[in-house]
Nanobody, 125 residues
């Protein structure tokens, strides 16, 4: 089974930036896509960004378009989430996910094959 480990979370002031990383290991298959999701206290988990690992196509939630960028290092089996212009509404636990395909996309949570344990992002005003 695949293991995903997130890193890079922390506390920053509004307007700041953070870069999250997600390293994959233990793969017995090639993932079709990987993504970032987040869950704020008292709210449901939501999709933030997804990357199709073969084509490099990316998809973003409307709330982060123009501020967040998802990217990958295929050789290192790592994806990144560069987060700029952060605001308190971005405060959440951020999770990495991977799937063999077809890619479930941003809107679906349950079909994803594997999840990391999360990394906490806190934005102060």
């Amino acid at each position: 089974s695949v293991q995903l480990e997130e890193s890079g979370g922390g506390s920053v002031q509004a307007g700041g930036s953070l870069r999250l990383s997600c390293a994959a290991s233990g793969y017995t298959y090639s993932s079709d896509c990987m993504g970032w999701f987040r869950q704020a206290p008292g709210k449901e988990r939501e999709g933030v960004a997804v990357i199709h690992t073969n084509s490099g196509r990316t998809f973003y939630a409307d709330s982060v378009k123009g501020r967040f960028t998802i990217s990958q290092d295929s050789a290192e089996k790592t994806i990144y989430l560069q987060m700029n212009s952060l605001n308190p509404g971005d405060t959440a636990m951020y999770y990495c996910a991977a799937d063999r395909g077809p890619c479930p996309g941003l809107a679906k949570i349950n079909p994803w094959d594997a999840w990391g344990k999360g990394t906490l992002v806190t934005i102060s005003s």
